[in-house]
């Protein structure tokens, strides 16, 4: 029984390839082909016109966020590698919770004690308390190191200090 239901609906798929083949027109390249190529070359050339316009403008814009990202690092202060790959894309370059004026996804860390950070990424780490993205970037990471992040993002206030005078 299922052979023959299966049969009969192969034989349905066939048959309706089949018409849409015959059908002719915009399925294989009749008349109505043409009149979309030709919308087709139409669309292509002010599309051009448009990219071309763009990457003027996309030039401009770059050297605009150019030098907002200069200005804004400008009273920046040196902080590790590895703050910037794992902590400053949430908190900021420079701990604020901030960049180029906006709100980041972190909550501001500067200013906070070394003890205070470091008993937040141990309580992150081991899932006291609940944050995915911090559990995902501490799991593999050692007391050891979770200690040098905890003290280098306390001595911010110090290095702001120094990078100012």
């Given at each position: 029984m299922k052979n023959i239901i299966v049969g009969i609906l192969t034989f349905g798929i066939i048959a309706l390839m089949?018409?849409?083949?015959?059908?002719?027109?915009?399925?294989h390249g009749g008349e109505h082909?043409?009149?979309?190529?030709?919308?087709?070359d139409k669309m292509n050339n002010a599309k051009a016109t448009k990219i071309e316009?763009?990457?003027?403008?996309?030039?401009?814009?770059?050297?605009?966020?150019?030098?907002?990202?200069?200005?804004?690092?400008?009273?920046?202060?040196e902080v590790s590698q590895a703050y910037k790959s794992k902590c400053a894309s949430c908190h900021g370059v420079n701990g604020s919770g901030e960049q180029n004026g906006k709100?980041?996804?972190g909550p501001k860390l500067f200013g906070q004690s070394s003890?205070?950070?470091?008993?937040?990424?141990?309580?992150?780490?081991a899932g006291r308390k609940e944050n995915m993205i911090m559990k995902g970037l501490l799991i593999k990471?050692?007391?050891?190191?979770?200690r040098v992040f905890a003290d280098?993002?306390?001595?911010?206030?110090?290095?702001?200090?120094?990078a100012n005078q």
């Open positions: 089949v018409m849409t083949f015959m059908a002719g027109g915009a399925y082909a043409k009149v979309i190529e030709n919308f087709g316009e763009k990457d003027d403008r996309a030039k401009e814009m770059d050297k605009l966020n150019a030098l907002r990202d200069k200005a804004g690092n400008a009273g920046a202060f709100k980041l996804m003890e205070k950070i470091y008993q937040d990424l141990v309580d992150f780490k990471l050692s007391e050891e190191e979770l280098e993002i306390g001595e911010f206030p110090a290095r702001a200090k120094e």
